[in-house]
């Protein structure tokens, strides 16, 4: 059984040697460990400073692409290299890393495919109040759209079974966190999620820049993503709630016209009708989503068909060099 444990980096030189310091060198039921960074277009020395740490592979994007290109590019780089388990941890050593045993046991007891790092939000204190709340209203909101019962869904210290990997999709540049649980939940992959340790912090969130620029971006991610695997859904109940406000000014005009006043509120019946027709054509663009999302889900299936042909590939390669 082999482990890799991932680590998306910007312009980490002066946290990384302390993340990586803390990694574990052996976990219960491990075979083999080994650690990769993703470079996301660093331009100080991290991938010097993680070659000096130990680390067992670098991946080096050209530029700076996001969090969310970084996780998925480590993503494919630990399935081609051989892992079995993915971890993935965060390179401002935010993590505990002695839990990662316990981030992966559910895993190793095919309880399920994805774990997540249950953070102890309420207790950690260099989280304001806000943050805090807007961390648990996130969470909620993601549970709701997703079917899931996950608790602290922005948390990316998470494990991966070699199937989830194969699996695992990222469409927005933002951030892996959220669309991969809302994934995970609609694509009927097994998740779950522990409670983990964290430490104290060594520098500033650099996806937390602005209440308003988290509470906005973080929106777009959610709501894109239930577009994506819950078209039907999210179009049929909001064209419904646009007809029915539509109905409602029509209800209003037959009570005002029974009272005597109806005439003059021709401009209702105008209304109503133009928001029934744009409730209606919702519903048409839902039906036309879920058929295009029945077409991405093809699509996906040939991707993970793909992916793991490719793995196996490279797993043959590496099992004859290593016979040689």
Known sequence: MKLLIQIPCYNEEKTLPVTVADLPRSVKGIDEIEYLIIDDGSTDNTALIARECGVHHIVKLKMNSGLARAFITGVDACLKLGADIIVNTDADNQYNAADIEKLIEPILKEQADIVIGERPIDKTKHFSFVKKRLQRLGSLVVRIASGTKIPDAPSGFRAYSREAALRINVHNMYTYTLETIIQAGNNRISITSVPVRTNPELRKSRLFKSMWGYIQRSA?????????????????????????????????????????????NIPSLVLAAMLIMVGVQLIIAGLQADVAAANRKMIEDVQYRVRKMECECVDKNTDTNKKR
Do not use: D, N, Q
């Not at 005009?253 to 005597?260: A, D, R, V």
């Open 220 to 264: 777009t991610v959610i709501v894109r993503s239930v577009m994506m695997y819950r078209p039907l859904k999210f179009f049929m109940y909001l064209g419904t709630a646009v007809s029915l406000v539509g109905v409602g000014f029509i209800v209003r005009w037959f009570i005002l016209s029974h009272l005597g006043g109806g005439g003059g």
